[in-house]
């Protein structure tokens, strides 16, 4: 059964860096047929895409045009998880993130949806 | 980016009833779209896979529909444990995105 675990910190201030980890059990982060997922949630924004990393005999990433001058997400193959940090933060970051996996197609292609997400984290940009 | 709209916003209908969601996107996704139910502090469950596929373990009173830029999700039978928001997924031009939500009550 595979299960994504977020940690990290619930309160950023303004203009710091947003740092969150997914642990990943019953699957591995270089699969080739997966790929990893960050989307956030607010009230102002609704459900938003971030971005996304994968093995395909290398490491992709892809990332949302609102967050691309601040966003990396990194794979940690020693531990099994992903990373997602967003720097320069401002209240307008305050949501809900989660990890999520897209359970890619047998030749590797994405499936387009995401089937597996972590508990959610609530992340608060203040002062 | 490709823009998504759900109608209706909210849903009001009784146990056993038939309910459409209805998603359209401002330009085609081919058949790139999947759905979700969301509960209140949860995270969303995926239902519903290219337009159509049902996503293992969801039952089979949820059928999805559609292609181009307009998208359905059904629910044949309502049941007490569907009220939630349910939320449309589209990929293209590289980008996911959702649309705003159906919030479905009883």
């Known amino acids: 059964q595979v299960q994504l675990q977020q940690s990290g910190p619930g309160l950023v201030r303004p203009s710091q860096t947003l740092s969150l980890t997914c642990a990943i059990s019953?699957?591995?982060?270089?699969?080739?047929?997966?790929?990893w997922t960050w989307i956030r949630q607010s009230p102002s924004r609704g459900l938003e895409w971030l971005g996304r990393t994968h093995y395909r005999s290398k490491w992709y990433n892809d990332y949302a045009e609102s967050v691309r001058s601040r966003i990396t997400i990194s794979p940690d193959t020693s531990k099994n998880q992903f990373s997602l940090q967003l720097n320069s933060v401002t209240p307008e970051d305050t949501a809900v993130y989660y990890c999520?996996?897209?359970?890619?197609?047998?030749?590797?292609?994405?499936?387009?949806?995401?089937?597996?997400w972590g508990q959610g984290t609530v992340v608060t940009v203040s002062s | 980016d490709i823009q998504m709209t759900q109608s209706p916003s909210t849903l009001s209908a009784s146990v056993g009833d038939r309910v459409t969601i209805t998603c359209r996107a401002s330009?085609?996704?081919?058949?790139?779209m999947a759905w979700y139910q969301q509960k209140p502090g949860k995270a969303p469950k995926l239902l519903i896979y290219k337009a159509s596929t049902l996503q293992s373990g969801v039952p089979s009173r949820f059928s999805g529909g559609g292609s181009g830029t307009e998208f359905t999700l059904a629910i044949s039978s309502l049941q007490p444990d569907d009220v939630a928001t349910y939320y449309c997924?589209?990929?293209?031009?590289?980008?996911?995105?959702f649309g705003p939500g159906t919030k479905v009550e009883i």
């Open positions: 997924q589209q990929f293209g031009g590289n980008s996911w995105t």
């Open positions: 019953g699957d591995s982060v270089s699969s080739d047929v997966a790929i």
């Open positions: 999520a996996r897209d359970p890619a197609f047998s030749g590797g292609w994405s499936r387009n949806a995401f089937d597996i």
């Open positions: 330009q085609s996704v081919d058949d790139w």
